[in-house]
């Protein structure tokens, strides 16, 4: 029933920046989170960041926290994954997912997900 179709990866230098977007469809998310989880090759998916849809309240792993943003436009139905000074261990297939609901980090508890977008970061 909803749809979320990730957008914005690519290849890019260790050290660069990029901008991941996720548009939702299909659902009313007034209390929802969406969040960003990432699966590397040969790793199992990883939470990465989440958003509560109205709040605004965010959430960040470890392994992102000061060099990431996540935020939302409810006009544009679209949330945000801003990330700054990339590593070669950010290499992975990033996936939007949406749950009801507070913003759990196991990803068994999101209910949606979109087919993810590869994010490579080379040297």
């Known amino acids: 029933q909803v749809q979320l179709v990730e957008s914005g990866g690519g290849l890019v230098q260790a050290g660069g920046s990029l901008r991941l977007s996720c548009a939702a469809s299909?659902?009313?998310?007034?209390?929802?989170?969406m969040a960003w989880f990432r699966q590397a090759p040969g790793k199992e998916r990883e939470f990465v960041a989440a958003?509560?849809?109205?709040?605004?309240?965010?959430y960040y792993a470890e392994s992102v926290k000061g060099r990431s943003t996540i935020s939302r436009e409810k006009a544009k139905n679209t949330v945000y994954l801003q990330m700054n000074s990339l590593k070669l261990e950010d290499t992975a297939v990033y996936y939007c997912?949406?749950?009801?609901?507070?913003?759990?980090?196991?990803?068994?508890?999101?209910?949606?997900w979109g087919q993810g977008t590869q994010v490579t970061v080379s040297s």
């Open positions: 299909g659902g009313s998310f007034g209390y929802h989170t």
């Open positions: 997912a949406v749950r009801s609901g507070g913003y759990p980090s196991a990803p068994g508890a999101y209910d949606y």
């Open positions: 958003i509560m849809w109205s709040a605004g309240s965010s």
